[in-house]
C-alpha cells in the first residue's frame, strides 16, 4: 500500500468506499453551443429523460473557457484547494473531458475534468460549468442512470461539497446496463476500492465510464510519477488508464499501478458491466 496520505481538516468517515448499485444506458448526445455548459448538459441529459449521468467528451471548442487548477490551501480549512482562475485569450479546443452529472441543492450541478489545447499550448484541470460557454457542438458518449442517483453534498472530512451516489427509484430502460456508482474517499488506494466495488456489485466485466477525481500524485505502470500532492485527473476507459493534470496544468498520462495511488479528495467512479 502507498505510504503517502495527506490529512484532511475533518474526521475520516465511514465507509471509505460508498457504492450504490444500478443500471446505465448508453446515450448518444449533442451539446449545443452558444450555451454555458452547465445549461448544455442539463439540457441534453434532461431530453434524453434522466437526472444523473457519467458523461465522456471528445473535440469541440470552449470560448470563453474558465479553469482552475490544484493548488496548496490557503489555510488550515482544506487540505487542498484551487488556483485563481485562468481563462485562456481565445478559449480552448477539447480534447476530452469527463463529466459527473446530477444535483446540487437541488438543482442540476456538475464536475468536470478535462485535456484541452489553449493559446500556451496542452493543459488539463478542473472546468468552471458556468462559466465555460461552448463555441461549437460536443458530442458526448454518456450513460443516463436508473436507481442510482448523484447528489452534490457538503462533506464533512474534506470540507468540501462533493458528488456521492444515492439509491433512486425507477426500473431500467431496456438495454442499460448493470452498474455501481461509486464516491471513494481520501487516502484509499483507486484501484484495490474500485476492484473491491465491482466484486461487491458482481460486475464481470466492469469498464470506467465519465469518471473523475484526485490522487496523491501518482505512479504509473511503466515507471513514470507524479509527485504533487494535489492532482486533477480522469479515466480515459482503459483499464486504469488515467490523464492527470498537475498544479502547473501540466497533463501526464498512463496506466495507474494498482496500491500506489491513493485518493486526494476524491474519486467519483462509474463501472458499467459491459460484459
Not at 67 to 93: E, F, K, M, Q
Not at 192 to 210: D, E, K, M, S
Amino acid at each position: 500500500m502507498s505510504p503517502r496520505r495527506l490529512a484532511q481538516p475533518g474526521p475520516a468517515l465511514a465507509p471509505r468506499v460508498e457504492s450504490v448499485a444500478g443500471h446505465a444506458l448508453p446515450l448518444a448526445l449533442t451539446l449545443a453551443p452558444g450555451l454555458p455548459l452547465l445549461e448544455a448538459v442539463t439540457r441534453a441529459v434532461h431530453a434524453a429523460g434522466f437526472d444523473s449521468a457519467a458523461l465522456e467528451l471528445e473535440g469541440g471548442a470552449f470560448a470563453p473557457f474558465s479553469y482552475v487548477l490544484p493548488a496548496p490551501s490557503p489555510d488550515a480549512s482544506h487540505a487542498a484547494y484551487y488556483s485563481a482562475t485562468h481563462t485562456p485569450p481565445g478559449g480552448a479546443r477539447l480534447e476530452r473531458a469527463c463529466i459527473t452529472f446530477g444535483r446540487r441543492a437541488g438543482q442540476p450541478w456538475l464536475h468536470c475534468h478535462a485535456v484541452w489545447q489553449e493559446a500556451a499550448g496542452r493543459r488539463g484541470g478542473h472546468v468552471l460549468p458556468e462559466e465555460t460557454m461552448l463555441a461549437s457542438p460536443i458530442a458526448a458518449r454518456a450513460w443516463g442512470l436508473g436507481g442510482i442517483a448523484l447528489v452534490s453534498e457538503p462533506d464533512a472530512e474534506t470540507n468540501f461539497t462533493i458528488f456521492r451516489p444515492v439509491p433512486a427509484a425507477g426500473a431500467p430502460r431496456p438495454g442499460a446496463l448493470p452498474a455501481a456508482g461509486l464516491r471513494i474517499r481520501p487516502n484509499e488506494d483507486a484501484a484495490t476500492a474500485l476492484g473491491t466495488a465491482a466484486r461487491r456489485h458482481g460486475l464481470r466485466q466492469p469498464v470506467l465510464r465519465g469518471s473523475l477525481g484526485s490522487l496523491i500524485g501518482a505512479r504509473f505502470e511503466r515507471g513514470g510519477t507524479v509527485e504533487d500532492y494535489a492532482t486533477e485527473m480522469l479515466f480515459t476507459g482503459d483499464g486504469l488508464g488515467i490523464a492527470l493534470a498537475d498544479m502547473q496544468g501540466r497533463v501526464h498520462e498512463g496506466v495507474l499501478r494498482p496500491g500506489e495511488n491513493p485518493v486526494c479528495i476524491t474519486i467519483e467512479a462509474l463501472l458499467v458491466d459491459e460484459a
